[in-house]
């Protein structure tokens, strides 16, 4: 993660910050999701009935893809000096644009939009973040994605 000062955080607005490592996304990974939130669709957890499926196999739940931005920004989004904290602070807009199926890489590639001090100290970043599928041309997500800091 790069740290920057910040009096330095505006000449990264507008700008590519970072590209994430590919990360596989495998059946076993979406069997534990659809655990967790108890969505048991066979598009995302029955392999056979999938194969019917306009995708011909398992994909994961658009919310997986999703809830992976932050494994991805972890080595990737900056990071103010200083920093004590960060939070995720929500989403702007999300579209779900190419399901991913199982099997597949995803990466995330984030560009800095916007930096605001709210309070001394305190720091909203908006990010627009996009999850790439190793192979395909279209993303599997974007967002605007909104973080807060505190130093």
Known sequence: MPVISPENISDHIGKEVGVSEW?????????????????????????????????????????????????????TILILDGVKMGVNYGFEKVRFVTPVKSGKRIRGRFSLMSADQKIPGQWSLKYAAKV????????????????????
Request: glycine letters at 4%.
């Open 23 to 75: 990360l596989m996304i495998d059946q076993a990974r979406i069997d534990r999701f659809a655990d967790v939130t108890e969505d048991h669709q066979f598009i995302h957890v029955d392999p056979e009935a999938a194969k019917a499926s306009p995708f011909g196999t398992t994909v994961a739940h658009g919310f997986l893809t999703l809830s992976m931005l932050s494994r991805l920004a972890a080595e």
């Open 132 to 151: 790439e599928i190793e192979g395909e041309t279209k993303p599997a997500l974007v967002a605007e994605w909104l973080t807060m800091q505190m130093t």
